[in-house]
């Protein structure tokens, strides 16, 4: 450290990161440090010695800062990977998580067996994390994104221009169906809202830093299921597929309203820690 004890060189900035951060701070420190700096990881481990700028240090030293108090690490970058791909994420949205793309894995799967042209409708899209993904790996799809937060579908467009499928990613805003008209699709997957009132109050720090508009399903978790499940039938080809993902407790309860809808081949699939995660069903005429 120099002599006025304040970080200056790479090494001195992330031995302070670590120290600040505890547990993950050395991984972390790497990460914040990269984005400042502009350094790959491994830039910033084969260059201990140099002298970042005192812009880039101020800069640096207030987002360790702030994922000292709780900011999530991927607000703070600005991204999360999905599905092999970067997703520009911010408070607006939720932060992908790893368990949904069992979501877009059966799907991507289900969808290969189908008749193309193919139409997809993904509900509460957030970030567009499923909708893009589908559109990336479904050459030819063309998928609606409907979501109720105009700031969440700013992310939205953004990252389907990132991943240059906005001309297959048509963006909606609004309440589930609502601002579908007569469209029908083969394919409708959602990740909607599922905590339950209980589990809000009890929810990690940093998990309490996302939107709650993305979070909290109604007193059991299960008011988007209800909605979704009843309504669907109406906007689904005959054939046609639902792909909801789920709490890990909600399942029993979750696939009984597919079957109480009218849905038949109803599934419950469960994500790489074996606990249950999606749940399917098939449409047939109305
Ligand atoms: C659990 S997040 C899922 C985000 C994204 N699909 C993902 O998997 O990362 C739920 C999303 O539902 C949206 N939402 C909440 N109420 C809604 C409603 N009534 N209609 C449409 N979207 C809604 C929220 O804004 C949020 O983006």
Redesign the pocket.
């Known amino acids: 450290m120099n002599i006025i004890n304040q970080p200056q060189t790479v090494q001195e900035l992330l031995q302070w990161a670590a120290l600040f951060l505890g547990k993950e701070g050395q991984m972390e420190g790497e990460l914040l440090l990269s984005k400042v700096s502009g350094y790959s990881r491994a830039k910033l481990w084969a260059y201990p010695e140099v002298e970042l700028s005192e812009s880039d240090r101020k800069f640096f030293t207030e987002l360790v800062k702030l994922r000292h108090a709780g900011e999530p690490l991927q607000y703070l970058l600005g991204t999360q990977s999905f599905m092999g791909l970067d997703f520009l994420v911010n408070k607006n949205?939720?932060i992908?998580?790893s368990d949904?793309e069992v979501l877009v894995e059966e799907t991507i799967s289900l969808a290969r067996k189908l008749q193309w042209p193919l139409r997809i409708l993904?509900?509460?899209?957030?970030?567009g994390?499923?909708a893009i993904s589908l559109a990336k790996y479904l050459l030819e799809a063309e998928v609606t994104a409907?979501?109720?937060?105009r700031e969440?579908l700013q992310t939205a467009q953004a990252n389907a221009e990132l991943h240059n499928v906005d001309q297959r990613v048509k963006i909606l805003q609004?309440?589930?169906f609502h601002p579908i008209g007569c469209d029908t699709f083969h394919i409708i997957t959602s990740?909607?809202?599922?905590i339950t009132t209980a589990e809000m109050v009890k929810l990690p720090d940093d998990v309490k830093k996302e939107?709650s508009?993305?979070?909290w399903g109604g007193e059991d978790g299960l008011d988007?299921y209800r909605r979704i499940i009843k309504e669907s039938r109406q906007y689904l080809k005959a054939p046609g597929w639902l792909l909801v993902?789920i709490g890990w407790l909600q399942g029993e309860r979750v696939k009984e309203l597919f079957e109480k809808n009218g849905f038949t081949e109803c599934q419950i699939i469960k994500d790489w820690a074996g606990h249950d995660r999606v749940v399917t069903g098939r449409s047939s005429v109305l």
């Not at 993904?122 to 970030?127: A, E, R, Y």
């Not at 990740?191 to 599922?194: E, K, L, V």
């Open positions: 949205v939720l992908p998580r949904t993904d509900l509460c899209t957030g970030s994390a499923i409907v979501d109720i937060s969440a609004g309440d589930l990740n909607p809202p599922y939107p508009l993305a979070l988007f993902e």
